[in-house]
C-alpha cells in the first residue's frame, strides 16, 4: 500500500512539472530578434534565415502544411526567394518512419525549400494554432508583425509580393 501511496505522489508530481513546463514555452512577439539555426531542407541541404526574409512562413500540423501547399502552388524557390519568403516547417510530432518513408519523399517533389525542424526544439517559440499557418513578417530579422492565417488565399494576401 505504502508503494501505492509513493507511486501516485511521484506521477501527480510529474504531471504538474509536465504541466508547468509545457506553460512556460517561450512565445516569439512583435518587437523580438528571430535567430534560427542552420536547418536542413527536405533535400538535406543546409539552410538559413536569410537577412533579406520578409516573411517566414510555418506550418506545424498536416492542416497547416496543406494551407502553405495550396497557397505555393504552382511557386518554385526562385519565386520563395524573389519575394523574400522563407517556409519552415516542424514536422516533430511526425512519426519518424512517416516522415523519412513517406512524408519527405513527397516534399521532394516540391519546387521549392521546406526548412524543417525535426526534433521540434528549433521552432517551438514561435506562436501557433492547430490547422493554421503563422506568418512571421520581419524587418532585418526583427519581428513586426505575427499573423496566424486558416485559408491558402489568407496567407497569399498576406504575402503582398505573391
Known amino acids: 500500500m505504502r508503494f501505492l501511496n509513493i507511486f501516485a505522489v511521484f506521477s501527480l508530481l510529474l504531471t ?16 523580438q530578434t528571430l535567430s534560427l539555426p542552420e536547418l536542413n531542407d527536405q533535400f538535406d541541404k543546409k539552410q538559413t534565415l536569410l537577412p533579406s526574409t520578409k516573411w517566414l512562413v510555418f506550418s ?23 519575394a523574400n519568403v522563407q517556409y519552415y516547417a516542424d514536422i516533430s510530432a511526425m512519426p519518424s ?16 525549400p521546406v526548412i524543417m525542424d525535426k ?15 503563422t506568418v512571421l513578417t520581419l524587418n532585418n530579422g ?20 505573391f
Open 60 to 82: 506545424h500540423d498536416m492542416d497547416s502544411s496543406k494551407l502553405v501547399k495550396a497557397a505555393f502552388e504552382n511557386k518554385k524557390s526562385d519565386d520563395l526567394l524573389a
Open 142 to 161: 526583427n519581428i513586426t508583425q505575427v499573423n496566424i492565417v486558416d485559408t491558402s488565399k489568407a496567407l497569399k494576401a498576406l504575402i503582398k509580393s
Open 119 to 133: 526534433e521540434g526544439n528549433v521552432l517551438n517559440a514561435i506562436p501557433k494554432t492547430d490547422d493554421h499557418v
Open 16 to 31: 504538474s512539472w509536465v504541466s508547468v513546463a509545457e506553460t512556460a514555452k517561450p512565445t516569439l512577439t512583435v518587437g
Open 97 to 112: 518512419l512517416i516522415s523519412r518513408f513517406i512524408a519527405i519523399p513527397k516534399m521532394k517533389k516540391l519546387a521549392y
